[in-house]
């Protein structure tokens, strides 16, 4: 089966940094993305990775280890509006064209003043 | 960029009614389209895969006579829910793939669909 593992939920102070981390173990592999999403709303694209290594935009990075099954999303500058659930999500191969995406739980993000 | 329009916002309706959510897109031709169910407080669950006329996909578990999905069309797909009944309230989004989009990677969601029966 699939598994996406991630912490439920973080806390952080307004203008700190703060790393949510994601393991998974699926059957196949296409590509790990990262998105943001505000309660009742759909969720907004962050990053995509494919090849090992950190991938920077702006406050946010994300990182991807695929022998160790492992990423994480790094937000620094905290602020209030970062206030939101950050949703790990995998992209499994199917015969070589782009597949459906397998979400994790989701980490629910609360930044404080 | 890439834009997937989706109706209604939200809506309720009685238990045992149908209920038809769609998906548009609007700059692209989304040649797969893909149907979520997220519950409160949890992760969006794939329901469904749907190719442009051809037959959607299933997800275990998802009963493919209450939620029927229709894809006729590169640029339309819809989803059903029939019988609905209080445990179908959810928040149901698509996702749809396609070529001449010009969003990252290609998956554009949906705004999404706040179902309430009551």
């Known amino acids: 089966g699939q598994n996406i593992d991630q912490p439920t939920e973080m806390t952080a102070t307004e203008g700190a940094i703060v790393q949510i981390n994601c393991t998974y173990q699926t059957s196949g592999f296409n590509g790990l993305f990262w998105y943001q999403q505000h309660a009742g709303e759909a969720p907004t694209f962050l990053s995509y990775?494919?090849?090992?290594g950190l991938e920077e935009k702006g406050r946010f990075s994300s990182f991807l280890s695929r022998s160790k099954g492992y990423s994480y999303l790094l937000l620094k500058e905290l602020q209030m509006k970062d206030s939101a659930s950050y949703l790990c999500?995998?992209?499994?191969?199917?015969?070589?064209?782009?597949?459906?995406?397998?979400f994790g739980k989701g980490t629910k993000l609360s930044v404080k003043p | 960029g890439a834009v997937v329009s989706q109706h209604p916002s939200w809506v309720i309706c009685k238990s045992g009614t149908s209920v038809k959510i769609e998906c548009r897109s609007l700059?692209?031709?989304?040649?797969?389209m893909f149907w979520y169910r997220q519950f409160p407080k949890q992760s969006l669950m794939l329901m469904a895969t749907s190719n442009e006329g051809s037959k959607a996909t299933y997800e275990q578990g998802v009963e493919k006579d209450k939620f029927l999905i229709n894809h006729a069309s590169l640029t339309l797909s819809t989803l059903t829910v029939t019988s609905a009944h209080p445990e179908d309230s959810s928040f149901y989004i698509c996702?749809?793939?396609?070529?001449?989009?010009?969003?990252?990677?290609?998956?554009?969601f949906g705004s999404g669909t706040r179902l309430t029966v009551v």
């Open positions: 999500a995998v992209t499994i191969s199917y015969g070589g064209s782009q597949g459906n995406l397998i």
């Open positions: 996702s749809a793939l396609g070529f001449g989009s010009s969003t990252q990677y290609g998956y554009t």
């Open positions: 700059d692209f031709q989304a040649t797969t």
């Open positions: 990775n494919v090849l090992d």
